[in-house]
């Protein structure tokens, strides 16, 4: 996971650990150099200027009060600046409702199905509920039917209504079956298109009308770079979703969508997916994650 980033990050500051102490012409080189790392990994660049110019300031700043070397006093400024750029703290998903609903929504292909099946798993195991998965692309009938395989897999009763082209009619009358059968979690999957499209917006708006989930999550293929934050942007615009799920961080990504959405959108990253397995599912800690991007 960022490794290109990692790599970057780690020579950016190898150059300031040999130094006895902190000058502002060494702190300036670093700094560009944190700059340009970032900016390759795909972080928009008023992000990436800002936090740096704030590392900047707070190294100048604190070099007189501390006993850190330049180094590690550089490292720790940074690994702060990050958790901040990723909001902090774990923030974990609303299950307040009889029953919760939870609204999945994002671009075909960004990993919607997989993570409903892995969040109901989670669910199920981690917390004891008793979840039902919904299958509401009525475009797709491939989508409905790797929903049950995955069902069927973990466990979990999927309510499908294959002749019903209605995805609000259908949320809402699994949403009733799910009170009647004592369904405490509602995961609700709709569909997406390759790319924004105003028939997609107006579909997946009307669904969280009728429904009004307890819990709207976006779901962002992280490979995708700049474009994951525009995506969620324009989805954040429609459904003022409550949380991010960032997938596919498994692959060569470069970072950029971890270290950014949370800045544009000012939605919490909750869960990261790191595989197809239905295991490969973990709540997202902006400390772990600064721990690793900075090795
Ligand atoms: P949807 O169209 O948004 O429902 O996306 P799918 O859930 O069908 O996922 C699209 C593809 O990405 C499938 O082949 C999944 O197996 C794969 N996929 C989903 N999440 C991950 C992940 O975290 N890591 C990897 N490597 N593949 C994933």
Redesign the pocket.
Known sequence: MFNSLQDKLDKALHNIKGRGKITEINVAETVKEIRRALVDADVNYKIAKDLTKRVQDKALGQNVLTSLSPGQLMTKIVHDELVELMGGSQEGINLSGKPSVVLIA????????????KLANYLKQKKAKNPLLVAC?VYRPA?IE?LKVLGKQIGITVYTEEENKNPSSIAQNAINFAKENKHDVVIV?TA?RLAIDEAMMNEIKTVHQTIKPTETLF?V?SMTGQDAVNTAKSFNDTLNFDGVVL?????DTRGGAALTIRTVVEKPIKF?????KME?LDLFYPERMADRILG
């Open positions: 994002g671009l075909q292909g960004s990993g919607k199905t997989t993570f409903s099946g692309d989508a790797q999957d997406g779901v293929d997938t596919k961080l498994d692959g990261i997916s790191t595989g197809e490969a």
